[in-house]
């Protein structure tokens, strides 16, 4: 008998089986190049740098702002670095350090919480003080014991009218119309940078790292060169909190209505800078040279307000105009900058107080939620700003070393000063 041949339908259906494993390494392949697709696309479009032919995200024409100003023609370099220093090396000795300042019309108690707390933390290097003429009571006596260089501010009329004839000048009106020899083109407070600068080149032992700061609000917790401090290379300029931004007034206004420009970035504090000796000295001079400037032309000179040194110190950082200058986050360096978180906490102690009891100047004498007066922490654990004992921290949970606007907490604070132990009696 003769075997069947089997048909054309039969081998289409025999051929239509296709093993199991042949299909699990079909579908693999497809799902590997589905992985190798996507990453390339999330590398080519989420996470690809700009453009270097594009000037930086951070400066904005400020006729985006305002139809006021014009944009400036000035090409603008790349925005300067923002890093957390290294601590690969550090110091122990302050020895040749300088902390140096302009403190004028202050009573004793001021000093003695700045040198008293300097002094105490163990530093040991040269502080350098511009004092007034006339110092109250006590002051003199008080900075000689504890080795201060004092220097006497001497007050001459500006050069440059700021105000119009017969306009009523007052109060913080007049230090804006109040110059300092031998600097009268430029308002006594840009003065102190040229005027700092000229005492930093006159003392030959001042050749460690230096701290240009703020003395009124200003107080140190630890040794600022000392104690494991990060060896300073370059120039070290310091944040505020990060949610301050530079298009705040005190920058945007000067800086838009003089150059164009709208800056918005984190704001940096003209109040302490840190440095080299060879780099504050560049740095007050480039102060200086670009203030200067200002003041030759109407558009950037007559700014009736005082603060506006921070206007230039952020304008000047962020087109790259400071050589080696390294950004530092606010409590991850030398200085801690608590004033704008401060403010918010006291703003807020003062709200939730008006809707309690009506009154919110009841926030001068009820202690902040969840402490009790004369007891630590002075502030609540939930701000996370300060330790067991009250002490401000950095991020890292040790303690800062200078405490920079401390006084935007007012009165709530001022009881644990007393009992800190960092500041003489």
Known sequence: ????????????????????????????????????????????????????????????????????????????????????????????????????????????????????????????????????????????????????????????????????????????????????????????????????????????????????????????????????APVIRGLQVFQEAKFQKTTHWLVKGPVSKCKGLVIDDIMLCSGTTIGTREAILEYLGIMHQEMSEWMKNPKCCCNKMNGDDQSIHNYLFYTGRFPNATSIPNRFGIVHTVGKQAAEIYKAHEKNLVRSRGDKDLAKVVPFPGTKDGENPWLGPEFDLVDNEGFFMDYDGSRSKVVHQWDRFRDKIQPWLKTSGLVDP
């Open 1 to 228: 008998m003769q075997k069947q041949r089997p048909t054309l339908h039969s081998q289409q259906q025999r051929s239509k089986k296709v093993p199991v494993s042949n299909v699990i390494l079909t579908v693999l392949t497809l799902f590997l190049v589905f992985l190798v697709l996507l990453v390339t696309w999330v590398n080519l479009f989420v996470y690809a740098p700009p453009s270097t032919q594009e000037p930086p995200s951070n400066l904005a024409s400020a006729e985006c702002e305002s139809k006021k100003t014009t944009t400036s023609s000035q090409a603008l370099p790349s925005t300067p670095s923002v890093v957390i220093p290294p601590v690969d090396e550090v110091m122990n000795d302050s020895t040749n350090a300088t902390v140096m300042g302009m403190a004028t019309g202050y009573n004793v108690g001021v000093y003695k919480r700045f040198v008293g707390s300097l002094r105490k933390s163990g530093y040991k290097g040269h502080i350098i003080l511009v004092i007034a003429d006339d110092p109250a009571r006590g002051v003199v006596d008080y900075l000689s014991s504890k080795g201060v260089t004092m220097k006497t501010l001497k007050k001459v009329p500006c050069t440059t009218k700021i105000f119009d004839e017969g306009e009523k000048v007052s109060g913080h009106a007049k230090e804006v119309a109040t110059c300092a020899h031998p600097y009268p083109d430029i308002k006594i407070r840009w003065g102190r940078f040229p005027l700092l600068r000229d005492y930093l080149q006159e003392c030959e032992t001042c050749t460690g790292p230096v701290l240009v700061t703020d003395v009124r609000d200003a107080f140190f917790q630890r040794d600022p060169f000392g104690d494991g």
